[in-house]
């Protein structure tokens, strides 16, 4: 079944330690997305990457990390500088954006990162 | 600059309501296309549909209906006999296709809870 793969559904770490959400797809898409979603609240994003060794920052990118080393992998690090780190993370994958075409993100299940 | 508004917080209906949820978009593209997602109580985000600027025909699936008004500047989501698994958040994007380039993004509203009620 293609899809979008992040693991692990719940994370717990201490404050002041790094953390890498993992995000995996085989829908052979080249844009990954990495959001952000606190509670009542819309999608952030973070970081975006449309190919292979390349990446961009969002509207929130301080404090998170991220690496695009192959297609199907786009791990996202949330460092020890991310000031509140507490949140449901979202990563989501779609065909690369056209001249004048946006095609739909697909959606992995998420991470919930809890840090205390 | 690009917006998108949700004025429903949350709605609350009984099965079999027909329910209607808002979306109000701001942007100065021409081309431009819109999304409606539905956040089940799991949190995985669903894709529902996508229109693009140019196409202002409504589209129906199943118990699911579009209303696309340029003139408004709105893309409404109808759910016709809801049931209690239609219980979910719904975000309604939108993209510019034009003006930003390839490095586009999608903009969110901050999302409607639906709640049918058995």
């Known amino acids: 079944d293609g899809g979008i793969t992040q693991s692990p559904k719940y994370l717990f770490r201490k404050e002041g330690q790094n953390v890498t959400l993992s995000c995996e797809q085989n829908?052979?898409?080249?844009?990954m997305y990495w959001y952000r979603q606190d509670p009542g609240q819309g999608l952030r994003l973070i970081y975006y990457?449309?190919?292979?060794?390349?990446?961009q920052k969002g509207d929130i990118a301080e404090g998170y990390s991220v690496s695009r080393e192959k297609k199907e992998s786009f791990p996202l690090t949330v460092t020890s500088a991310q000031k509140n780190p507490t949140a449901f993370y979202l990563c989501a994958s779609s065909i690369r954006p056209g001249r004048l075409i946006t095609h739909e993100q697909y959606f992995g299940p998420g991470t919930r990162l809890t840090v205390t | 600059a690009q917006k998108v508004t949700q004025a429903q917080t949350e709605i609350s209906v009984v099965e079999k309501e027909d329910v209607t949820l808002d979306c109000v978009y701001e942007?100065?593209?021409?081309?431009?296309?819109l999304f409606w997602y539905k956040q089940p109580p799991s949190g995985e985000l669903v894709f529902l549909i996508r229109r693009n600027s140019f196409d202002e025909q409504n589209e129906i699936s199943g118990r699911y209906s579009w209303n696309f008004q340029k003139s408004t500047s709105s893309f409404n989501f109808t759910i016709t006999a809801s049931q209690v698994v239609d219980s979910a958040v719904y975000f309604c994007?939108?993209?510019?296709?034009?003006?930003?380039?390839?490095?586009?993004?999608?903009?969110w509203g901050l999302g409607t809870s639906l709640a049918v009620n058995p």
């Open positions: 829908l052979n898409h080249d844009a």
């Open positions: 994007a939108l993209s510019e296709a034009f003006n930003a380039g390839n490095n586009r993004k999608l903009i």
């Open positions: 942007t100065r593209d021409t081309t431009y296309y």
């Open positions: 990457s449309q190919i292979v060794n390349d990446f």
